[in-house]
């Protein structure tokens, strides 16, 4: 019986999960987007002022190591910055989890964006701002760069970089907070969201990824309300294994009592900059987050770097201009498995179909073989 | 009838925790607790996410209860006009979660199912003559059970009104609880003369004991009996979070496992400093 439930329990979450429709495309560096549409995937967003100038990166296509060119021309990478919808800094859980209050969700908007198109070299093909001023004074970089994520699986391997150096009053004077995130588009469809690091890519999240941060909250709503009950029925009944699957969504599917905020960077100059203060590429998010609930990427750092856990990136990043650090050389991407499980699928459900209709045949020949019986009985009986 | 206990202003959190030290020694010794809900916030703004938990304790200091499906009977929220079910996690603080429209104000409604206890004789009068039910005293007296313990099945009735941009009509219209506390019009709109109705299984309870008590000074409690029509007022003193709470006892049918049920009902909202 154990045994059986311990193959349960996979088969029962892998059906959770597709049955997901969200579920399919998640965002940032652990997310299945990377497999399907690996140059939308957003692997991280900064912001942190730098003297009188906010610097603003956005990083694409985690785990890149091979050569370009790459098929970058049909996206739209796009960086929001809300400067008007209020955030509150009252609340020190929100402080330490997500930099602040967002006091309206459904009130979120961009008030100004840059939308960056990339060759396949990845220069500039174009850049376009909305709701800034003095743009011809922003400095911007493009490029392959090393992925600043402090986390040992991409470490030694690339992304790529778009860095924007923002003067100060291209944003309206006395300007202190601000809500940034960002999304990749293509052909119009948005495939890929970022917000506060470390949030989107969590498994219970893909929801966030293909939706406007001011729905965030209702489809988290919704999103808590599935899981909940689902959690509340396995953990009413009496089967050990009922509740131990309601235990495995504990950790993976269900929303939290914290998860139900807008998934946005917030930044303030009334506080220091730094993790959820914005972010500074030195920021280990991963143990950041840990502290107020989220481990997920915290004890995978473990699983899989050494001891002690790398708590700085693998490159030095540059004191100078573009500030993230330099690439990796290039070297030929790992190849990709050639085995598939469509196969081993096909094989179960046929050995399920047969052992279904060998049962269904044994009862139909028993019940023939018992009616014969009967009439002879009966006949004998009349006769 | 109209009794107001009050101390002086400015002890704040020692008086608090004195009260709270208090409760703890007085529910050592009565076992009865008060049921309320207490949201993350009194005035939700469109789109956010409110917090429902549910808390048990006395003189408005409670314990958190987590939340517990089997437990519910009922768990909604009232809002815009339309009325939706309260979601959360079992085993979880807070009990709930909803999403606020903001808009008018809206109306959080628990009911539980029932619970048993069991309480030596003494402590169960001792509770009685608290909650204000020595009605039921004269009536073990009557059938000569003063010496059994108090068989009891206890059920649990608890609003809470959240302020929105508009009052609502709705609050003044019963939820349809055996027993209920029904506001005669939206307290949450300005600090004015509390009025309500006290209702049992839809009808006007007479005689019923209310109690008022804020939160932020627990110490200033109001108590009333409804009058023949159901209805109590007080005249609240301060703006602040208000609970407002009752309990009935009735013996309990003949099929039933305890001796008497309880209803225990409780209002929970913030008056408004200024008119809105």
Redesign the interface.
Same mark, same amino acid.
């Given at each position: 019986m154990q045994r059986l439930a311990v193959w349960l329990l996979p088969i029962a979450l892998s059906c959770a999960a597709l049955f997901t429709p969200s579920a399919v495309q998640a965002s940032d560096h652990a997310d299945p987007l990377h497999l399907t549409d690996p140059y939308a995937n957003i692997t991280g967003l900064f912001i942190f002022p730098k003297g009188d100038q906010y610097v603003l990166v956005f990083n694409v296509r985690k785990s890149l190591v091979g050569p370009k060119p790459y098929p970058l021309s049909p996206y739209d990478f796009v960086m929001n910055i809300d400067l008007t919808t209020p955030v509150s800094f009252q609340s020190d859980e929100d402080r330490a989890r997500y930099g602040g209050t967002i006091? !309206?969700?459904? &009130?979120l908007h961009p008030d100004a964006s840059i939308t960056v198109h990339l060759n396949d070299d990845t220069t500039l093909k174009d850049i376009t701002y909305t709701g800034l001023q003095g743009t011809d004074r922003i400095h911007t970089y493009t490029g392959v760069r090393d992925d600043p994520f402090i986390f040992p699986r991409f470490f030694k391997v690339n992304v790529i970089s778009m860095v924007m150096s923002i003067p100060m009053d291209a944003f309206p004077k006395g300007q202190r907070d601000f809500i940034l995130w960002g999304t990749t588009a293509k052909d119009g469809t948005q495939l890929d969201h970022v917000g506060r690091s470390v949030r989107s890519q969590l498994p219970r999240f893909p929801v966030l990824n293909t939706s406007a941060p &001011?729905d965030h909250?209702?489809l %988290?709503?919704k999103e &808590?309300?599935f899981w909940?009950?689902i !959690? *509340?029925f396995l *953990?009413?009944n009496q089967e050990w294994w009922s509740q131990a699957i309601a235990g495995i969504l504990?950790f993976t599917f269900?929303i939290r &009592?914290y998860d %139900? !905020?807008p998934d946005v960077m917030i930044y303030t100059n009334r506080f220091s900059a730094g993790f959820p203060n914005g972010r500074l590429l030195t920021d280990d998010v991963n143990a950041i987050v840990c502290t107020t609930g989220d481990c997920l990427l915290q004890e995978l750092s473990f699983v899989e770097g050494g001891w002690p856990r790398a708590v700085v990136n693998d490159k030095p990043f540059l004191d100078d201009w573009p500030y993230v650090a330099e690439p990796w050389p290039e070297r030929a991407p790992p190849v990709p498995p050639t085995r598939s499980i469509w196969p081993y699928l096909i094989g179960v459900l046929l050995l399920i179909a047969i052992v279904k209709w060998a049962l269904i045949e044994i009862i139909r020949r028993l019940i023939i073989l018992l009616w014969r019986n009967y009439c002879r009985w009966t006949a004998a009986a009349a006769g | 009838m109209l009794i107001r206990f009050t101390t002086p202003a400015g002890y704040g959190a020692v008086r608090r925790m004195a009260l709270a030290a208090a409760a703890l020694l007085l529910a050592g010794r009565v076992q009865a607790h008060d049921f309320w809900i207490e949201p993350s916030t009194f005035h939700p703004l469109p789109g956010t996410a409110v917090a429902v938990g549910l808390r048990v304790g006395q003189n408005f200091v409670g314990d958190p209860v987590p939340r517990y499906s089997a437990s519910i009977e009922q768990f909604v929220i009232r809002q815009g006009g339309s009325e939706q079910p309260i979601g959360g996690s079992d085993n979880i603080d807070p009990a709930g979660f909803f999403r606020a429209d903001g808009q008018s104000t809206a109306v959080i409604a628990y009911r539980s199912t029932g619970s048993y206890i069991e309480l030596p004789a003494d402590k169960f009068e001792d509770y009685l003559r608290q909650y204000g039910l020595e009605r039921i005293i004269d009536l073990r007296a009557g059938r000569g059970e003063r010496a059994k313990p108090g068989r009891e099945r206890f059920y649990r009735f608890a609003k809470a009104l959240l302020t929105g941009r508009q009052p609502s009509a709705a609050v003044a219209k019963p939820l349809g609880f055996a027993y209920e506390i029904v506001p005669e019009d939206d307290p949450t709109t300005r600090l004015a003369p509390f009025r309500g109705l006290i209702l049992y299984n839809g009808k006007p309870l007479a005689d019923a004991l209310v109690v008022a008590i804020l939160h932020s000074d627990p110490s200033t409690q109001l108590t009333v009996r409804s009058d023949r029509q159901g209805a109590f007022s007080f005249v609240l003193p301060h703006a602040g979070v208000w609970l407002i709470k009752s309990v009935h006892m009735v013996r309990a049918g003949f099929f039933s496992d305890a001796d008497w049920e309880s209803l225990w009902a409780s209002l929970t909202f913030e008056a408004p400093e200024t008119p809105r």
């Open positions: 006091v !309206a969700p459904e &009130k &001011k909250v209702k %988290l709503m &808590k309300e909940d009950d !959690a *509340n *953990n009413g504990e269900q &009592k %139900l !905020a | -």
